[in-house]
């Protein structure tokens, strides 16, 4: 398993912006698929929601329906951290974000702790 730290989280007014950063312990990424969960108040672990995701090889992203346009993943290898930018937030968008990272060969997850995003209206 890889280590996963997310910030960045924090208030915002809905039509605002926040970029989180998860900072891991992966030093090559071809062999993962990564991604940003949520969670919104009141759900369980188990309802957790995929946002965006991004594959280590290839680079191709998939976003949910509803951040399309909006959120932005990226993944900076120099920096050894997954990126996910938030634009014209609103207030479905509060929950804590995860950052979740799966070994494409042997399917091992890890997340991270999460970072708490509200969003106010």
């Known amino acids: 398993q890889v280590q996963l730290v997310e910030s960045g989280g924090g208030l915002v007014q809905a039509g605002g912006s926040l970029r989180l950063s998860c900072a891991t312990s992966?030093?090559?990424?071809?062999?993962?698929?990564m991604g940003w969960y949520r969670q919104p108040p009141g759900k369980d672990r188990e309802e957790r929601e995929l946002v965006a995701s991004i594959m280590g090889r290839g680079g191709g992203t998939g976003y949910a329906d509803s951040v399309k346009g909006r959120f932005t993943v990226n993944l900076d290898t120099a920096k050894n951290a997954l990126y996910l930018q938030m634009n014209n937030l609103t207030p479905e968008g509060t929950a804590i974000y995860y950052c979740?990272?799966?070994?494409?060969?042997?399917?091992?997850?890890?997340w991270g702790r999460g970072t708490q995003v509200v969003v106010s209206s």
């Open positions: 992966a030093r090559t990424f071809s062999n993962y698929e």
């Open positions: 979740r990272f799966e070994t494409t060969t042997t399917q091992v997850v890890s």
